[in-house]
C-alpha cells in the first residue's frame, strides 16, 4: 500500500503529521466480525482524519471477514476461476451479464451480492453450469465464440493429447508406398475432414473413409504422392484408415469438425461429421484442392451403400487380403476416374 505521510487537518488548518490508533469493529450487517481497524489521527491535535488509502485497507479487511463468516465467494477464489478457464475479468462477466467492471471490484474485495457470490461458488464447482451460462451468453451476443471455445478447449486437456497422440503414432510413419510417400499431417486432415463435411450433406463415418481413400488414391495416381499421408487397410465394408484410427478421428474435440451420433431403424449408430466452416484452404496446394473437388463431386450424391460398392469393385480393394495395407500403387488402376 502507497503511503502518505502528510495530511490537511481541518482543525489545525494546514497538514500535518498523523499517527495511527487501533479499533475494533465489532458487528457488520448484524454479523459479529471483530475487525480491527486503523484510525488515522493528527499528530498536532489529535482530530480523526480521514486517509483514503487506509480506509480503503480497513475496509477490504472487513469485508474480508463478513465474506468468511458467511459464506460468501472470495477475490482468491474468483481469480481462480478465471485461471482456470484462462478468463479475463471482462469476459467472465459478460458470460455472467454482468456490469464490466463487476468482477474487478470483487477480485479488489469489493463484497459481492449473496446471489451474485452463489453464482460464482457454482461456477468454482461446476464446468456444466458455466459452460450453460456461457452458452447463453453465445446465443445473445454477450461473447464472442472465441471466448466461448476456451471455456470448451480446457476439457481434459490431457485426454484431447493422448488421443491425437494415438493418432500421431499410428499413422506417423516414414515416406513409404502404404502412405503415398507423404508423412501424415493432422492438421491438414482436420481441414479437410472439415471441407468435405461442408460440403456433403450427410457425411457418416464409414463413408469419410472412402472420401479420404478416392482423394489420396486419386491424387496419387495424378501426381505420385497423397494430400494426407494416410495409410489405409482393406475392411469388409472398404478400405478404412489403419488401425481403425478413424473412430480416434471422431472422438477427438477438433476445432475443425465435430460428430452426431444417430441411432438407425436396425439400432445401429451412425456417426455423422459436422462442420464447423472455418476450415483453412491456403494449406492444400491448387492440384490437391483440384482432386479434392473432383471426388466430392463424384460422390458427394451417393448413398454410403453406394460409395461402398463403388470401393469394392477398384482393384486394390479386391487384391488386397483383408486387414492388410492398401498399397498406392494399385491407384493407377482406379476405376471411378477413368
Ligand atoms: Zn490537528
Known sequence: MKMVNKIYCPVCK?????????????EYKGVQVNVEENIPYCSKCG??????????????????????????????????????????????????????????????GALPSVSHSDILKLISKSKDFLIEKAEEALREGRISEKTYQKIQK?????????RRKVIETELNQTESVFNGFKRFDFEKLENLISYIADKVDNLYLSSLNKYLWYIDFLHFKRHLYSVT????????FGPVIK???????????SNKYYVEEYEMEDGAIQTKFKSKKNYHLTIFTT??????????????????????????????????????????????QLKLFN
Open 14 to 26: 494546514q497538514e500535518v503529521g498523523f499517527k495511527i490508533k487501533k479499533s475494533l469493529i465489532k
Open 47 to 108: 482530530t480523526e482524519l480521514f486517509v483514503p488509502e487506509i480506509e480503503n485497507d480497513n475496509l477490504k479487511r472487513l469485508y474480508r471477514r463478513y465474506g468468511e463468516l458467511t459464506g460468501l465467494i472470495t477475490p482468491e477464489d474468483i481469480a481462480k476461476i478465471r485461471k482456470k478457464y484462462n478468463l479475463s475479468q471482462r469476459e467472465l462477466g459478460q458470460i455472467l451479464g454482468w456490469g464490466k467492471m463487476t468482477i474487478n471490484r470483487y477480485e479488489r
Open 154 to 162: 480446457t476439457d481434459k486437456p490431457h485426454i484431447t493429447d493422448l
Open 229 to 236: 499421408g494416410l495409410s489405409y487397410i482393406k475392411y469388409a
Open 243 to 253: 488401425g481403425f484410427v478413424f473412430n480416434e478421428i471422431a472422438a477427438y474435440p
Open 287 to 332: 492440384d490437391e484442392l483440384q482432386t479434392i473437388d473432383t471426388v466430392i463431386n463424384a460422390l458427394k450424391d451417393k448413398t454410403c451403400k453406394a460409395i461402398s460398392e463403388l470401393s469394392h469393385n477398384e482393384t486394390g480393394w479386391q487384391q488386397t487380403p483383408y486387414s492388410e495395407l492398401i498399397s498406392y500403387e494399385y491407384a493407377e
